[in-house]
């Protein structure tokens, strides 16, 4: 390898941990998320010009048909839709990299002597995990996309099955590292598929982004085995820092919603699970039609407005902005009050407020604002409900307990609109429902809001 | 000195840049910032590229073919789709006309 190509990769190296750094900051997000774009533009153009490749105008187009396909789903999905999309832009890049191992495994099947264990057990790692986080990311799509349910899937035999499969797969790799053939290789990826998927059925809807993130850390590791193979630097740097920051990430998402990894990916083997009853409550609450509520949040002058995914499900952002508007205009001070899970990823729900044109000084964390609850007259909550629910304080047995929620139930008045007596995500009743304070609208958040818009602007 | 344990330098060091650089990050851009972490795994587009330009078997060039496919997807969509995310955190100054959001989501 020339010294200018190395250079080079280094220069790589350097940007991919530069792009981090500027995605975990506001101001600096884009940028680094361009930097991080043109260092793999670079990385990849590279072997075009140092080496003598073969196959070029078929390698060209396959190129462009992925980038086609990537540009054409990144720019169509929906906001409310990002989860799933990063899911399987997670899974395609895990496939890749165990496609890569296998393929360089055909490369060093004929001259095995020459190859060192270590070599080879970062091609069996590389196989194993990024079929894993295939396999685990295509499931975790289908069930952000509805395709299959979102509640945990757990069979009898799982709790035998999966550390089975996990022990074979391990004997495999160490097969792969002693008598290296085509063959082990492939029932090695086959095993990981299985892993993958029997990884990922057990989890909860609400406890999904968490092992987004967690396979995105995976398929990181991946990568960085994957340039160990090939003895490329930028592969190795860039997949370590991903597979390093995702796992943090993973930790740092698991600790905004009281959880831990392990009880996230294990909480439903082990008995305990992840979810609770989920069946609609028949007890008496007080409900009100939107001219009442229009009412309430008219004359009051301070609202805090508690956004949650059902919000985005019904496409209401821009409604429910309207409807801010207005009551600022009427002189109320309004905040939205933004929990660190609100939507189905944290930051979710700042991205599709954003879209909605909310100005970003009026989303309010939940650190910052929960101390003002005390002093509002009305919290108007919208397609959200383990956020606010007492039960993660109070009830020690909750599968939220010790999750950090807004403080809702300190308001003077609480409004909820909510499609049906359904309970949220994690599937547990909601106290706060029954309370005296509370009055329920019932409806279409969409509906509902454009029916509030303008009782409040018959006021 | 071993050239596998240069590599195992560069590897731990990196773990702990790559904890080191996001540990401030706020709640807020925990999305963006795994969606731009995914992006940058895309790279394997480059091992994909230099295993498939080197092969001179049919299979494994049609294999090699379908993980650049993959790897070109994961690099560029993810890029794109944060960058889509982040077009929506640019603090809004009071700016009367520009309105730099895509068509596409306008539904």
Known sequence: MPTWVQLVYLACAVCFILALKGLSGPRTARAGNLVGAAAAVVAVIVPFIYLDLDHVPLILAAIAVGTAGGVVGARRVQMTQMPQMVALFNGVGGGAAALVALLELHEMTPHVDDVSWFTLAATAFTIAVGSISFAGSIITFAKLQELMTSRPVIFPGLRYVFPIAVAAAVVLGVRVVIDPTMWVGIVLALLGLLVGVLLVLPVGGADVPIVISLLNAFTGLTVAAGGYVLSNVVLLVAGTLVGAS?????????????????????????????????????????????????????????????????????????????????????????????????????????????????????????????????????????????????????????????MPILNADEAQQIVFMKRSMRPGFAGIENELLFDPKTTLLFGDAKDSLGKLLNAVKAL | MDEAVVWLTIFILSVFVGIEVISKVSSTLHTPLMSGANAIHGIILLGAVLVTGATDNDVALVVGLVAIVLAAVNMVGGFVVTDRMLQMFVRKKPKPAAAPTDGGSAA
């Open chain 1, 246 to 402: 995702g796992t943090y990430l993973t930790m740092l998402m698991a600790k905004a919603m009281g959880r831990s990894v392990a009880n996230i990916m294990f909480g439903a083997l082990k008995g305990g699970s992840t979810l609770g009853g989920g069946e609609a409550s028949d007890r008496p609450v007080r409900s009100a039609g939107p001219e009442d509520v229009a009412i309430l949040l008219g004359y009051a002058d301070r609202v805090i407005i508690v956004p949650g995914y059902g919000l985005a499900v019904a496409q209401a952002q821009h409604t429910l902005r309207e409807l801010v508007d207005v009551l600022i205009a009427r002189g109320t001070q309004v905040d939205y009050a933004i929990h660190p899970v609100a939507g189905r990823m944290p930051g979710h729900m700042n991205v599709l407020l954003a879209e909605a044109q909310v100005p970003y000084e009026q989303l309010i964390e939940m650190d910052e604002i929960n101390g003002e609850f005390k002093h509002t007259d009305v919290v108007l909550v919208v397609g959200a409900n383990d956020v606010v629910n007492p039960a993660a304080k109070t009830t020690p047995g909750a599968p939220i307990y010790g």
